[in-house]
């Protein structure tokens, strides 16, 4: 199976910062890579797919990049509403994979 | 609006089976591959399954495979996930989830907890 790893596994950011979270693939998967949200209690939400797309009603402060082994999510000007855990995930290949996540919290 | 509707978790001891269901609605499901994913309390995203929008195709996580079969029934908009040989280590909030664009829709979501 292909290995995400992601990091940072934390972050402390203040509100207009701006953050930066990684996700590196055992093997090459193209642009197959998305990005969700998830707060607590809550399901999962995508932000980015296709590595670099936005999903409808996703505020444009969020952005993709990358492709083939390093991909990058960006949060440019964090907002109170972003403070959540973030994941990474594979769509290229079955067993489809996710990063272990990202908690964004406050400084 | 599109819906996904998890039901049928619960407790359950080590080695018993459930079978998890998720209704869809505002969609047409037919068109649409369907995922399971789950939690684990505190922990992360795992994948665990995929079922072609026609039932053609199945892939599973290693960590299920060989015991919870995926299956659909595109007539009740009902997908279904049937796990068997259940371990402690199953025991996980378990969502239904549209695939579009990438994982699109979620459901809220069902609890198994496999305790003795």
């Known amino acids: 199976a292909i290995q995400l790893t992601q990091s940072p596994s934390s972050l402390s950011a203040s509100i207009g910062d701006r953050v930066t979270i990684t996700c590196r693939a055992s093997q090459g998967i193209s642009r197959a890579f998305a990005w969700y949200q998830q707060k607590p209690g809550r399901a999962p939400k995508l932000l980015i797919y296709d590595a670099s797309s936005l999903d409808g009603g996703v505020p444009s402060r969020f952005s993709g990049s990358g492709s083939g082994t390093h991909f990058t999510l960006t949060i440019s000007g964090l907002q109170p509403e972003d403070f959540a855990t973030y994941y990474c995930q594979q769509v290229h290949t079955y067993p489809q994979t996710f990063g272990g996540g990202t908690k964004v919290e406050i400084k | 609006q599109v819906q996904l509707v998890e039901s049928g978790g619960g407790v359950v001891q080590p080695g018993g089976s459930l079978r998890l269901s998720c209704a869809a609605s505002g969609f047409s499901f037919s068109d649409f591959d369907i995922h399971w994913v789950r939690q684990a309390p505190g922990k992360g995203l795992e994948w665990v399954a995929f079922i072609r929008y026609d039932g053609s195709n199945k892939f599973y996580a290693d960590s299920v495979k060989g015991r919870f079969p995926i299956s659909r029934d595109n007539s009740k908009n009902t997908v279904y996930l049937q796990m068997n040989s259940l371990r402690g280590e199953d025991s996980a909030v378990y969502y239904c989830?549209?695939?579009?664009?990438?994982?699109?829709?979620w459901g809220k979501g069902t609890t198994v907890i496999v305790s003795s």
């Open positions: 989830v549209q695939f579009g664009k990438a994982l699109d829709v």
